[in-house]
């Protein structure tokens, strides 16, 4: 499979950063923390298992839904431990 | 007055409450912060200063020396209290058990209680996060890559040091001290503020490979599939038996856009080199090369500054390899002058966290 780390790594950055370049700057930041370097994976690298694995599960938690296109990714409010307003 | 700040060189607990309470009366404090250096019995500390600011969050740590404005002192205790007019609300967490807890999001949940809603749909421009982590825990990295799948909000903050002991190190809250713990100061300022980090060192066009590693254990075995040892002395082109000599001046970097994010080696095991902080295998680290500290450091807090228009607290966090640079180097009164004219607390610190956990920077809050 190749693509789908681009495409997940995408949604996550939209979904963060609302449009906002600085923010989305932070959450790129935040995956080369992890050991996941955006710039490194296209639409056409091959998606390691490991990467993709912890990607999903970060898009999860976040509630990307990964099955809309980056610019109009749909958003749903994470799942929360909190109460809300 | 709306912030203002206070040292205290006397030793019991209570004597520093007291000195601290005179001293920062003016203030109706929302939030009081202290770091305490030297030989104190760091719960009696919190139980004191706690009594002494009943109607104030009191959050503080111990250190590796502390500063107040442009004064660096070792064994004291400096505090800030700062007032409504600086910060309109705030709240606390410890997080208990960070060597081992399975995650954090249910000790986070005082935060959200309080500012009402889930730490991630907190607005990342009307609220930071100050954390204060036990510098021995060896959970920076796990901790803040936490955190930051859980908001979006800037979190900064430092390791607490126990004055080059290697001992235990303390944080605080609500008049409790822990070990093996982390304490997260939400803040929601009632001014314009900004978070950064600084750190003196230029890129070099070398790289090393992760290769071989024991991530949890900060320990690279293998850089670009050579001993680590071995291969960075190469890189460096120097004889490997001179290493250890190299490290303050020539960490490494993770590389993010032109910003590093510095991995500083600690010392050669074997053929292997333990670092302060984890290096996942793969990772791609460029060798770094020092720059000026006070410079750089003075050009950051003016630039910080000049966006805010002006610059009415200020809190750091400086690693204590930076600050044993200036020391070495005789640098100790310009560096102080940096921070002339800002009311300003911090310490030197056995880590520093923006966005994650890194070595040999500065990291700091600027309310406007």
Redesign the interface.
């Known amino acids: 499979m190749s693509g789908k780390v681009k495409q997940i790594i995408d949604a996550i950055v939209a979904h963060r950063s609302r449009g906002n370049p600085t923010m989305a700057g932070f959450v790129r930041a935040k995956l080369m923390l992890k050991g996941i370097d955006p710039s490194k994976h296209t639409d056409t690298t091959s998606d390691d298992p490991e990467v993709l694995r912890k990607l999903e599960a970060l898009a999860r938690e976040l509630g990307v839904d990964l099955s809309a296109q980056p610019a109009g990714v749909s958003w749903r409010p994470p799942p929360s431990s909190g109460p809300q307003r | 007055m709306p912030v203002r700040t206070a040292h205290a060189t006397v030793i019991g607990a209570d004597d520093v409450a007291r000195a601290m309470r005179a001293e920062l009366a003016s203030v109706e404090p929302v939030v009081v912060l202290y770091f305490a250096g030297g030989r104190r019995d760091p719960r009696a500390l919190a139980e004191a200063m706690q009594r002494a600011f009943p109607g104030a969050l009191v959050v503080g740590c111990t250190t590796a020396g502390e500063r107040e404005g442009r004064a660096w002192r070792k064994g004291s205790v400096v505090a800030m209290a700062l007032g409504s007019e600086i910060v309109r609300d705030a709240a606390v967490a410890v997080i208990e058990d960070v060597r081992s807890r399975a995650d954090v ?2 000790a ?2 005082p935060l ?2 309080h500012f ?6 907190l607005d ?1 421009s009307q609220h930071v996060g100050l954390l204060l982590i036990d510098g021995l825990s060896n959970a920076e990295e796990r901790l ?2 936490r955190l ?2 859980l908001t ?1 909000i ?1 979190i900064l903050g430092g390791s607490a040091g126990d004055d080059l002991t290697f001992t235990s190190t303390w944080v605080a809250k609500d008049g409790m001290a822990f070990t093996n713990a982390a304490v997260l100061l939400l803040l929601e300022p009632a001014v314009p503020f900004r978070a950064w980090k600084t750190q003196s060192f230029r890129p070099l066009d070398r790289t090393l490979r992760v290769t071989a590693c024991d991530e949890a254990g900060r320990v690279v075995h293998a850089f670009d599939g050579k001993p680590a040892a071995a291969r960075y002395a190469e890189v460096l082109g120097i004889p490997p038996e001179e290493l250890a000599h190299h490290f303050q001046n020539h960490p490494l970097g ?1 590389m ?2 032109d ?1 590093p ?1 510095v991995r500083s080696p600690q010392q050669i095991r074997g053929e292997s080199v333990v670092f302060y902080c984890n290096v ?1 295998e ?2 791609v680290l460029t060798v770094l090369e020092a720059s000026d500290i006070v410079e750089d450091t003075r050009r950051a807090l003016a630039t910080a500054r000049e966006e805010l228009g002006g610059a009415s607290a200020l809190i750091g966090f400086d690693c204590v390899l930076r600050t044993l640079e200036i020391e070495t180097r005789g640098l100790v009164e310009p560096y102080g002058t940096i921070f002339e004219g800002i009311p300003t607390v911090g310490f030197s610190t056995y880590g520093e966290q923006f ?2 956990h890194v070595n040999q920077t500065a990291t700091m809050l600027l309310f406007g």
């Open positions: 999001k249910d986070l949940a959200e209680t009402g809603r889930p730490l991630s749909s990342p803040m890559d930051g799948d979006d800037p993770l993010v856009g910003e994010f996942p793969g990772t966005l994650g």
